[in-house]
């Protein structure tokens, strides 16, 4: 069926680099994507969207990367700190409805 | 303003006994999500409210699984006859409900159950 998976299950990163987290999604019809942080025993927390008419969306210290081509997802974190350490999850959203469908994620861990 | 809030954090069950998992959504949103996430995986979609509309379950796992919303605000996740494969924590997320991008869903905590 159609799924949304990450690449890496974790990530170790030195504080001040750049980190990022990859996803690959299957479903072609998938129309916006969405970057959520999860730290431990919270919610995920809405990161940075973009959709799928654009292939890159920034915000602060974080990027986001479409490429539609080869259905890829990227997140990159600039100057990574020790509070960016958590779980990353890409999700999609299919057509006019509003369900999500998450991968996996990604555990960023950051050394100092 | 508040956030989503879920309760309890925790719930330890026997096998077969029935439970009851909270939310409340942040207020003036109408759209209202449930997912379940298993230990190290992503999130798995379960039911979803949207204002007065007929709830799209077609996320729910069996028919032990049920789902309301009343007065469109708080919602009550039901487990009948728990397993233990039904341990997981169970998020909740609202949203304004616009039903155009960008309508960010905001989560809960969360609800940790276990059944022994």
């Known amino acids: 069926g159609e799924s949304v998976g990450l690449h890496l299950p974790t990530l170790s990163v030195q504080e001040g680099d750049n980190s990022i987290i990859n996803c690959a999604y299957s479903?072609?019809?998938?129309?916006?994507f969405i970057w959520y942080k999860q730290e431990s025993g919270k919610g995920p927390q809405f990161i940075i969207d973009?959709?799928?008419?654009?292939d890159k969306r920034q915000g602060q210290r974080v990027t986001v990367l479409l490429n539609k081509t080869v259905k890829h997802l990227s997140l990159q974190i600039a100057a990574t700190q020790p509070g960016d350490s958590a779980v990353y999850f890409c999700?999609?959203?299919?057509?006019?409805?509003?369900?999500?469908?998450f991968g996996t994620g990604t555990q960023l861990k950051v050394e100092l | 303003g508040a956030g989503v809030s879920q309760s309890p954090s925790n719930k330890v069950t026997e096998k077969g006994k029935d439970v009851e998992l909270r939310c409340d959504p942040i207020s003036g949103h109408t759209a209202l999500y449930w997912y379940r996430q298993s230990l190290g995986q992503g999130l798995e979609f379960l039911i979803y409210f949207q204002g007065n509309s007929a709830p799209d379950k077609s996320g729910l796992p069996s028919d032990r699984f049920s789902a309301e919303r009343t007065g469109g605000s708080v919602s009550t996740l039901t487990i009948q006859r728990t397993q233990q494969e039904d341990s997981a924590v169970y998020l909740c997320a609202s949203s304004f409900g616009t039903g155009h991008h960008g309508d960010t869903q905001y989560f809960g905590p969360g609800t940790r159950l276990t059944v022994l």
């Open positions: 973009i959709r799928s008419n654009m």
């Open positions: 479903n072609s019809a998938s129309d916006y």
């Open positions: 999700a999609e959203k299919t057509g006019g409805g509003n369900k999500l469908t």
